[in-house]
């Protein structure tokens, strides 16, 4: 194997995810590069989520009996645990949601339906970017059509940064909230947080982070951003499927009104009127995904005994020799930064005029796995004139070879196609 600085033990921490030993297409070995979609699960968090079911299964907060008390303990935990890992100056600012894209849609709700000095009017500006998520896109057109809100965003140059030298234009006195990806999941492209947020903080603006791609792969800390929100998902962070994570700064938590009405997150129900429990509770509407919040706190445990730094070094020598390997494929074009510097571990391209879902198919039917399309990113396409992309994805398994593999993979795709 090819050895580079900084990688980690790869052979020892391959053998804790199950699914890497896979066989696929007549006994091809399984090369999993779509960790940007979503990542693999270790033996912890499998078993966690299986002792779960088998020895805690019971609703959180409601009952007396010792089933419900642990249940509550282990969910309560799992708080604790993504406190501590986002450095969060409180556990009541971490809210469980589904994934990333409810938290980004919880913080749009609110801001919508609160009072001054947080409402979003037809008065009003919102600001985001053109390589953002749809997710990230979509609640705030919403929130705008709903409003009446004027929508802003920053445009990318031609090297898939954000272009910032109108940013006294774009975030004005009028804005109320601006909402960027930390990381962008097409580009993968890692934006220059402090330079936003100290515009935004200028004209007195709420600003939101989505660190869906930042969270699994680097240190995250909440306070040193400097954010008002900071939304992610779990599945990315090894993690299950079915919870995000949405922290909020305490006294915002406590101003602004519920998104989801229900169970739980009552204090008093009266036929006339009711009241609300306090921030997280008021914004965790009916039976919470327990089990999920579970799991991720058995994923946070994982990445931690490793370290998020070295983490963070890995996947920056990965990416730092796929970006040299893939430029010695012919016709190949990198769309995004085509350095390792400043970018995270997911690298979308096009090979000629191959259209990308014929490159993922025939990659597919090596072992490969990659991921095909726009990617939920549909402007960043746009931007480009690209109908869509191949994008390659690593994360802390991820090894030299299997690039290697992708590249002479893509010479396959080359020579198929004449």
């Known amino acids: 194997m090819t050895q580079l600085p900084g990688l980690l033990d790869t052979e020892a921490i391959r053998k804790d995810f199950p699914i890497?030993?896979?066989?696929?297409?007549?006994?091809?070995?399984?090369?999993?590069?779509?960790?940007?979609?979503?990542?693999?699960?270790?033996?912890?968090?499998?078993?966690?989520?299986?002792?779960?079911?088998?020895?805690?299964?019971a609703n959180v907060h409601r009952g007396v009996h010792v089933l419900a008390e642990e249940a509550t303990a282990l969910y309560e935990g799992a708080r604790d645990k993504v406190a501590e890992f986002v450095n969060a100056p409180s556990r009541d600012e971490v809210i469980f949601t589904k994934n990333a894209s409810e938290s980004l849609n919880l913080v749009a709700n609110m801001l919508g339906w609160a009072d001054e000095p947080y409402r979003v009017d037809h008065e009003t500006e919102i600001v985001i970017t053109e390589m953002e998520h749809h997710s990230n896109i979509v609640p705030w057109q919403l929130l705008a059509q709903r409003t009446g809100a004027k929508l802003k965003w920053f445009g990318l140059t031609d090297e898939g940064r954000l272009d910032l030298s109108r940013i006294d234009e774009v975030i004005t006195e009028k804005t109320k909230i601006v909402s960027f990806v930390l990381v962008s999941n097409i580009l993968g492209t890692v934006n220059p947080v402090e330079a936003i947020v100290r515009r935004a903080q200028e004209v007195g603006a709420l600003v939101c982070i989505d660190a869906s791609q930042a969270a699994p792969h680097m240190p995250l800390d909440v306070q040193a951003l400097q954010a008002d929100f900071v939304a992610f998902t779990g599945h990315k962070m090894c993690g299950p499927t079915g919870i995000g994570v949405l922290w909020g700064r305490q006294e915002l938590l406590e101003d602004l009104p519920p998104f989801l009405g229900g169970g739980e997150m009552i204090e008093t129900v009266s036929m006339s009127s009711s009241t609300y429990a306090p921030a997280p509770h008021k914004f965790e509407a009916g039976t919470p995904p327990i089990a999920q919040a579970v799991g991720l706190g058995a994923a946070i445990d994982y990445l931690s005994a490793i370290g998020m730094d070295k983490v963070l070094a890995h996947e920056h020598a990965i990416t730092e020799y796929a970006v040299k390997r893939l430029a010695e494929v012919p016709d190949l074009r990198i769309i995004g930064p085509t350095t390792a510097e400043d970018r995270g571990a997911a690298i979308s391209f096009t090979l000629g005029d191959i259209h990308p879902h014929d490159v993922g198919q025939v990659l597919d039917e090596q072992g490969i796995a990659v991921r095909v399309g726009h990617h939920c990113a549909r402007p960043v396409c746009l931007r480009y004139g690209i109908p869509a992309t191949t994008r390659a994805s690593f994360y802390l398994y991820s090894t030299p070879t299997e690039i290697d593999a992708l590249v002479d993979g893509l010479e396959h795709v080359r020579n198929f196609f004449g």
């Open 20 to 57: 890497l030993d896979r066989q696929v297409h007549d006994g091809r070995k399984l090369v999993y590069l779509d960790n940007a979609a979503t990542s693999q699960k270790p033996r912890q968090v499998l078993d966690a989520l299986s002792e779960y079911y088998e020895r805690y299964n």
